[in-house]
């Protein structure tokens, strides 16, 4: 069964803290990995798409990268601004569904 | 452009009542999905649309039904809705373009609450 797993659920850090956000999948097939941002009681709003294992793409903090098995994405010096959910999503080939991760809630502190 | 947007906002229902939720788009995307959102669980697909006049079911599509008419609308009603629907509903859309996986994007949500 195809599955995407993000890690941690939640993750506090310190404002300038850098970290980063798991995403694990075992779609078979895969035909893109995406990540959007979602703040309270709003949509979730794109951020990146990667394509194939070894790609990497960056927008100002923030910077994906994608292997076989897993997404990263990371965050450097966050803001306080950049306290979201984040979420993680999957398609595969043969099939317009795509899996979306449970999300990880980042909160950065002043 | 305004993208994708929905209406209505918010909307409390009562058990066995019926509802229509429209999403619009001004991207002349051909595809347009319905997903809903519920605590502790990722965004799941109800049903979609692959252009005008096409529908298709997704992940979790009893209780509801769609219908696309019109390019830039799709529709979702609850004929008679229950309190296991009570839920955030998001429409996307996205562009028809060969090889890969496209960018869905999103509008913002409408909360339903059925007592």
């Known amino acids: 069964e195809d599955q995407v797993t993000q890690s941690p659920e939640a993750l506090r850090l310190q404002e300038g803290e850098s970290s980063s956000l798991n995403c694990s999948y075992t779609?078979?097939?895969?035909?893109?990995l995406f990540w959007y941002r979602q703040d309270p009681g709003k949509g979730p709003e794109f951020l990146f798409t990667?394509?194939?294992a070894g790609e990497e793409k960056e927008k100002e903090r923030l910077k994906a990268t994608l292997t076989k098995k897993e997404s990263f994405l990371h965050i450097t010096a966050p803001k306080p601004e950049d306290s979201a959910t984040y979420l993680c999503?999957?398609?595969?080939?043969?099939?317009?569904?795509?899996?979306f991760g449970t999300g990880t809630r980042l909160t950065i502190i002043p | 452009n305004a993208g994708v947007t929905q209406t209505p906002k918010f909307r409390v229902l009562k058990t066995g009542q019926s509802m229509t939720l429209l999403c619009a788009q001004d991207?002349?995307?051909?595809?347009m999905y319905w997903y809903r959102q519920d605590p502790g669980m990722g965004l799941r697909l109800i049903h979609y649309?692959?252009?005008?006049?096409?529908?298709a079911k997704g992940e979790v599509p009893d209780g509801y039904n769609v219908s696309r008419l019109k390019k830039q609308n799709f529709l979702l009603g609850l004929e008679s809705a229950a309190p296991s629907q009570t839920s955030v509903y998001f429409c996307a859309s996205r562009p028809n373009h060969r090889g890969g996986q496209e960018t869905q994007y999103f509008g913002p949500g409408t909360r339903l609450l059925v007592l």
């Open positions: 649309s692959v252009g005008e006049g096409t529908t």
């Open positions: 990667l394509y194939s």
């Open positions: 999503a999957v398609g595969w080939k043969g099939n317009e569904k795509l899996t």
């Open positions: 991207m002349n995307h051909e595809y």
């Open positions: 779609v078979s097939g895969l035909r893109g």
